[in-house]
């Protein structure tokens, strides 16, 4: 397992630490690809056989893929899982007409353990953290990985410390509460959260970040998954939220693996959906500019996608190149439709996620996205962990319904 930062610049790889950025640079580390020798018949038959064994790291949706995670543990009774992964690919039914797709499906990362995405990158950095002997890990969140870390990091036996900027959904606080994290409340927004816990993390601290490239590592195979269950056809585009950008980072990884060893014989396009207050990395794409400028004080309803300086911009860069992607943005009051739009097919999610649908939509109606046309939407987070934010408005219908009963 090697260590590479992912600018690149001319850093000495024995100067890295992998759980913190680039010393030259402060650009995250990322893994140097390890992939395996077997031909893809022969992973496909053990990723497949592995699904009727009853040993917790077989049943993780995440470790079923270890293949694909070489160098990360050498023992399976060393790793972390909550049985993360595994979540189905549902058809879009009401979302499907709303983004005029036809071919619409839904994979919600949100129905993982801790209710969000974030369970597929802890599983791997956890393990890893643990196996590497930390006993303190520390990250900044706003809320979804503080409340996946608590967990993952309580079962490991580690102690976690959790800084959250001020404006925090409250179920997600809690969550972290009830995994009995340390809580430490910064003022100010995500990244200041971040700066702090950078600024506070000694040499003891093991930091689970998603600069952490091992939570890259365990987010990729969430791909993997979706192109098992799609019988290793690569779908026409996935669409994702965008907010620190880990997520399409590891989307290209997983990509960029599958096409090197056979698995799939051509890659989707991928689409990436910011909330338009909280848009930098469409501004850098959209100017063309080679760097990105960090928007200072972002603003959006969906706060899981509320960054203003997201650190893994670059590696978002190559993934939307390697796959011809793209990224846009959306208001917030089109993101709240999306929402209401996922809950009518009985799936639901956190606003942030629902951005994707609403990006989807836009883009089907820019024609990006043809009619005929494959799409995966990729939601992230749960609907319960948001409680506050679903207001129960009357359907236009159940109103006639009641003027015309007289009531
Ligand atoms: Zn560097």
Request: net charge neutral; with cysteine.
């Amino acid at each position: 397992m090697q260590l590479r930062c992912s600018k690149p610049c001319s850093v000495e790889t024995s100067r890295l630490r992998e759980d913190r950025v680039c010393p030259e640079c402060g650009a995250p580390l990322e893994l140097v690809p390890e992939r395996p020798t077997a031909s893809a018949a022969e992973l496909r038959a053990l990723w497949s056989e592995r699904r009727s064994s009853i040993e917790p790291a077989d049943r993780s949706g995440v470790w079923r893929f270890r293949e694909l995670l070489a160098g990360l543990t050498e023992n399976v009774n060393d790793i972390v899982t909550l049985g993360e992964g595994n979540t189905p690919v549902l058809r879009g039914l009401a979302t499907g007409r709303f983004a005029g797709v036809n071919d619409l499906y839904i994979k919600h990362l949100g129905w993982n353990p801790t209710g969000s995405f974030k369970d597929l990158g802890m599983t791997a950095a956890v393990t890893r953290a643990a196996v590497r002997g930390a006993k303190f890990v520390a990250c900044a969140s706003t809320g979804n990985t503080a409340a996946s870390m608590a967990a993952y990091a309580v079962r490991a036996g580690l102690k976690a410390r959790v800084f959250l900027p001020q404006s925090v959904a409250s179920a997600k606080v809690a969550q972290a509460e009830a995994y009995g994290a340390e809580l430490v409340r910064v003022g100010g927004n995500f990244d200041d959260a971040l700066a702090g816990m950078l600024e506070g993390a000694d040499e003891s601290t093991y930091v689970l970040n998603s600069l952490n490239p091992f939570r890259v590592a365990g987010q990729k195979t969430f791909t993997v998954e979706l192109m098992e269950q799609l019988g290793w056809k690569a779908p026409d585009v996935i669409a994702l939220p965008g907010g620190n950008l880990g997520n399409v980072s590891a989307v290209g990884v997983a990509l960029e693996d599958m096409l090197a060893l056979g698995l799939i014989d051509r890659v989707p396009r991928v689409a990436v959906i910011q909330a338009e207050g909280a848009n930098p990395f469409v501004r850098m794409w959209q100017s063309g500019a080679s760097e990105l400028t960090p928007l200072k004080d972002p603003k959006t309803i969906a706060t899981a996608i509320r960054i203003g300086a997201p650190v893994s911009w670059r590696k978002a860069v190559r993934a939307l190149k390697l796959t011809n992607g793209t990224t846009i943005d959306v208001p917030d009051d089109e993101i709240a439709e999306a929402r209401t739009v996922i809950g009518r097919d009985g799936i639901g999610c956190e606003l942030g996620s629902a951005a994707a649908l609403a990006g989807i939509k836009r883009l089907r109606a820019s024609g990006w996205i043809g009619e005929q046309e494959r799409v995966i939407c990729i939601l992230t987070g749960h609907l319960l962990k948001e409680p506050g934010t679903t207001e129960p408005k009357p359907e236009p219908d159940m109103v006639r319904a009641k003027v015309e009963s007289g009531c």
